[in-house]
């Protein structure tokens, strides 16, 4: 058995397949944590909903993060579009900088949330 902190965030089915959904979770200190969870076709990532221009959560309505194309994570406060794989903004106020990147892990049909935030972007190693 793993040792380790987490937090139950959703059933895994929750998320659709190619769609984006926030969720509320109780932190590593206790506070809430707000989050975003994307399906992408192979891989789930999972972000905490909060742009780096402002630091404002980037969702305009409940579970709207997603550009038109569906390509793009979208803040809704300055527009910035974000890449969903590693959660760079790559168009808008805050270009190179990135969506603090969380480790998630499935177990048994849900998702958790694990240990503490890891670096973003992904490191090279
Ligand atoms: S607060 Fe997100 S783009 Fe400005």
């Known amino acids: 058995m793993e040792d380790r902190w ?6 895994f089915d929750e998320v659709p ?5 926030g969720f509320s979770v109780t932190g590593e200190d206790g506070t809430a944590l ?13 972000y905490e909903n909060r742009c780096p221009h402002r630091g404002t959560p980037l969702d305009w309505a409940p ?3 997603l550009d038109d194309t569906g390509e793009f994570l979208v803040c809704s406060t ?3 579009l974000f890449r969903i ?3 760079e903004c790559v168009s808008g106020p ?7 990147a969380r480790t998630a892990r499935l177990c048994d049909g ?3 949330l694990m240990g503490a935030a890891k670096d973003s972007p992904p490191s090279e190693d």
Request: proline share 5%; charged share 35%; with cysteine.
């Open 6 to 11: 987490k937090s139950d965030i959703c059933d």
């Open 17 to 21: 397949e190619g769609g984006a959904r």
């Open 34 to 46: 707000r989050l975003i969870v994307v399906r992408m076709p192979g891989g789930v990532r999972v």
């Open 63 to 65: 579970d709207r993060f």
């Open 78 to 80: 300055h527009a910035a």
């Open 85 to 87: 794989e590693d959660g």
């Open 94 to 100: 805050c270009p190179g900088e990135f969506l603090k």
């Open 110 to 112: 849900r998702l958790f």
